[in-house]
C-alpha cells in the first residue's frame, strides 16, 4: 500500500511490544514523517508488522454505518488478489470474513498478553528531559497484563511503584507470591465474560487478601464480574480521545480516552459496590469503588498517551490506598 503516508513511528514509545492490530483504514494518504522523534515511515513500519492499510475511504460514511448498524467484522483486500472477477472478488472476500469469529464469547487477553513475568521500570516521556525524575520506588505492584499499554506501567513507575508484569491466566497464588502492596488489572481486547472464566476465580481470592486492587477497561470489567455484577456487548462500543465522564465524587466532568466493546450493567452490580463515573454519552456505567475496600476501577484510560490526561489523579488515589494500606 505505498500511498499511505504517516507522521512517524518511534520504536521507543509505542504501547505494546508488537503490533495487534490486524489493519488500518485512513481516509488521506498522510504527508512524509514530520515529528521529530519519528524514526521511520508508518507503511514500512506496517508492512515490516505484516499489517494491511488502506486509504482513500471516506470514514465519515463508514463510521455513520457502524452507528446504524452496529460494529462488526470487516476485511482489507486488494482487488485481483483473487485473479478473478469482480463479482468473485467481493463473494471470495466475503466467504473469508465469514471465518472469523464475533467477538462476543471470544477471549482475546490470554493471545496478546505476556507469557512470562517481567520488570517494569521506564518513566513517562517528557518534552524537555526524555523522561520525567522518578519518586523513590515504596511500592510493590503486580500488574496482571490482559493487553496493557506500556503507559499504565510508566504511569506507576513514575508514582513510586516497581512494577512486575504477569500473564492474564497468572493464579491469585501466583500474584501474592510477589508480596505486593497492590494489584493492577490491566485494558485488554475480548469479552470480558469468556476471560473472566479464569479471571473471576483469581480475583475472588485477591479480594480475601485485602489488597488495594486498580482496574482499567477489561480490567474494570472483571473486577465487576468478579464482584458479582455482568456485561454486555455494546452496539458500537465507545472510540475515541474526547468522551465526557461525569465524576460522582466530585462533580468534575473528565474529558477521556476510551476504547472498549463491551459495558458493566449497572443494575447488576451486588449492595455495597457505588458507581462512582457514568458517561455523559450514554449513562454508562464509567467508574467503581467497592464500599469500605481499596478496590476501584474506571472502564476509560485515564493512562492515556497522548492524552487528554484529565483522569491521571486515579493513580495517585492507588498510591495513596497502598500508603493507607500499610
Known sequence: FPHIGNIGCNSEDVEANKVFASGLVIRESITEPSNFRSENHLNDWLVKNGVAGISGIDTRALTRHIRKNGAQNAIIF????????????IEKASAELKKYPQMEGLDLAKTVATDKPYKWSG??????????????????????????????????????????????QANAKTILSYNPDGVFLSNGPGDPAATGAYATPMLKELFASGLPIFGICLGHQLLAQALGGKTKKMAQGHRGANHPVKNHITGAVEITSQNHGFAVLADSLPKGVTVTHTSLFDGSVEGLRVEGKPVFSVQYHPESSPGPHDSTYLFDDFVKMMTKNG
Do not use: F
Not at 78 to 89: I, N
Not at 137 to 154: C, E, P, T
Open 78 to 89: 486488494r482487488l485481483g488478489a483473487y485473479c478473478l472477477g469482480l463479482k468473485e472478488e
Open 123 to 168: 518513566g513517562e516521556w517528557s518534552l524537555t528531559s526524555e523522561s520525567k525524575p522518578q519518586a523513590p520506588k515504596s511500592y510493590n505492584v503486580v500488574a496482571v497484563d490482559y493487553g496493557m499499554k506500556h503507559n499504565i506501567l510508566r504511569c506507576l513507575t513514575s508514582r513510586g511503584c516497581r512494577v512486575t508484569v504477569v500473564s492474564a
